[in-house]
C-alpha cells in the first residue's frame, strides 16, 4: 500500500504546473497528463486512506541561468480512495483547508479555499483533474495504467539494487516521468513540466 500512498504527489504536481497547462477540451474522465499523452481516469480496486508531506521543488525554464531560482513548496495532502470514489484534499502546514476534489469514476467536484494561492499559479486555470492523474500516474498497477494510457506512452517499472523506479517515456525513449520508491518516501520528477516532488508518508 505504500505504492498507493505515494500517489498523493498528484496534487502538488498540479498546483505547480496548473498555470501552464489549462484544462484541454477532453472528455471529463480523461486529462493531458504530456504534450500529446492521455490518461483515462480511473478509481482503485481497493480502498486506501493517506496523509503525506510533500515538498515541492519548481524551476522556471524560460529564466536564464543566472537569474534561475527554485521554488520550494511543503503542502500536507490527505487521500481517501475506494472502487467507488476518491476524495483528496490539499491543506496548509498549519492544518487550513486548502482545497479538495471528488472522482466518482465519470465526474470531478472541486472546492477551493479564498485563501489558496501560490506564486505560480493562475487560480483561474486550476484543474483538480491533474491531481487525479498524478495520483493514479504513481499508485496504480502497471497493467491498468497502460491501458488508460494513449498509444503513444509507455510506462516502464523496474526494480534495481532494491529501489523501484517507474518512468513514464514516448514510444521514441524520451522519459517524461521519473518516480522511485523509498521506503515511506516517494520522489517523483515530472521533467516535461519541470517540477520535483519528495513525498513523505505521515503516521
Known amino acids: 500500500m505504500r505504492r498507493f500512498a505515494a500517489c498523493l504527489t498528484a496534487v502538488w504536481m498540479l498546483l505547480l504546473s496548473a498555470c501552464q497547462h489549462a484544462p484541454e477540451p477532453l472528455p471529463s474522465n480523461?486529462?493531458?497528463?504530456?504534450?500529446?499523452i492521455t490518461l483515462q481516469l480511473t478509481l482503485p480496486e481497493k480502498n486506501f486512506t493517506a496523509t503525506q508531506k510533500i515538498t515541492a521543488r519548481y524551476r522556471n525554464p524560460e529564466a536564464t541561468a543566472k537569474s534561475a531560482q527554485e521554488n520550494q513548496h511543503t503542502l500536507l495532502m490527505q487521500v481517501q480512495a475506494t472502487p467507488h470514489k476518491i476524495v483528496m484534499a490539499g491543506l496548509a502546514p498549519s492544518g487550513t483547508r486548502l482545497f479538495s476534489?471528488?472522482?466518482?469514476?465519470?465526474?470531478?467536484?472541486?472546492?477551493?479555499?479564498?485563501?489558496?494561492?501560490?506564486?505560480q499559479i493562475?487560480?483561474?486555470t486550476f484543474d483538480a483533474r491533474y491531481a487525479l492523474a498524478d495520483?493514479?500516474?504513481?499508485?496504480?498497477?502497471?497493467?491498468?495504467?497502460?491501458?488508460?494510457?494513449?498509444?503513444?506512452a509507455l510506462l516502464i517499472d523496474t526494480v534495481k539494487n532494491g529501489v523501484?523506479?517507474?518512468?513514464?517515456?514516448?514510444?521514441?525513449?524520451?522519459?517524461?516521468?521519473?518516480?522511485?520508491?523509498?521506503?515511506?518516501q516517494t520522489e517523483y520528477c515530472h521533467r516535461e513540466r519541470h517540477y520535483c516532488l519528495l513525498i513523505e508518508n505521515l503516521p
Open 101 to 119: 476534489v471528488q472522482f466518482d469514476g465519470n465526474t470531478t467536484e472541486v472546492w477551493k479555499s479564498p485563501l489558496f494561492s501560490l506564486q
Open 30 to 36: 480523461m486529462i493531458a497528463i504530456a504534450d500529446g
Open 122 to 124: 493562475n487560480s483561474n
Open 164 to 184: 523501484r523506479k517507474r518512468e513514464l517515456q514516448r514510444r521514441n525513449g524520451e522519459t517524461i516521468i521519473h518516480i522511485e520508491y523509498r521506503a515511506t
Open 135 to 152: 495520483f493514479e500516474l504513481t499508485a496504480f498497477e502497471h497493467n491498468a495504467l497502460q491501458r488508460a494510457l494513449s498509444p503513444d
